[in-house]
């Protein structure tokens, strides 16, 4: 098997097992057992347990940037809301929800990090999240300049806040309380979400 895909089997065994287990229960053994591999093979692509653990981490990074792009041109004034803001803010929420939706594995390992696992990682959330602060933030400029949202509004805040609930959201939705959600439907739940948000934040919305 060439380098690359060797690599990326690796990775793919040891996103099923950090999913299952969490990184502190999971051993490079685990791993190496299901990738079906020499326990010398997988330290020819990773130094050691952590990082395997970032390179995912990075991989789930460049997977949310390429899914979060919006086309400014796909968004009407039409259905499902009739506001061209709250289509827009519906169809940020969407995608990142569906990021963690259509991807149980990478779900559970990004939603159940908790801060003062590892500094390392702390660091990496950090740069993570605050990738997504700005888009939020660019996000929160648009409705300004529509005259939707306030130009006192402090936008980090108002963008931590936002990716606050988000995230909380998503744990519920994807991790524990799965099952009565999908149950029940996500895209009921989905325009529940983006009304409450679009209420609190834009002067007009429906």
Known sequence: MKGKLRKKQILDCAKKIFSEKGFYDTQVDDIIKMARIGKGTIYQYFRNKDDVFLTLLEVFAQEWEKYSKIRLRDITDGPPFGSFHVNYLYERISKTLRFFQEDPERSNIILRMGPGVNIEFDA???????????????????????????????????????????????????????????????????????????????YQNL
Do not use: C, P, W
Request: aromatic share 10%.
């Open 124 to 202: 990496y959330f950090k740069r993570l999240e605050s990738r997504i602060i700005n888009i939020i933030i660019k996000d929160l400029v648009l409705a300004q300049r529509a005259k939707n949202l306030s130009l006192s509004v402090d936008k980090e805040l108002l963008a931590n806040g936002i990716l606050g609930s988000v995230y909380r959201m998503a744990h519920s939705l994807f991790v524990t309380d799965r099952d009565k959600y999908a149950a029940s439907g996500f895209e009921e739940y989905l325009k529940q979400i983006v009304l409450v948000i679009a209420h609190g934040i834009f």
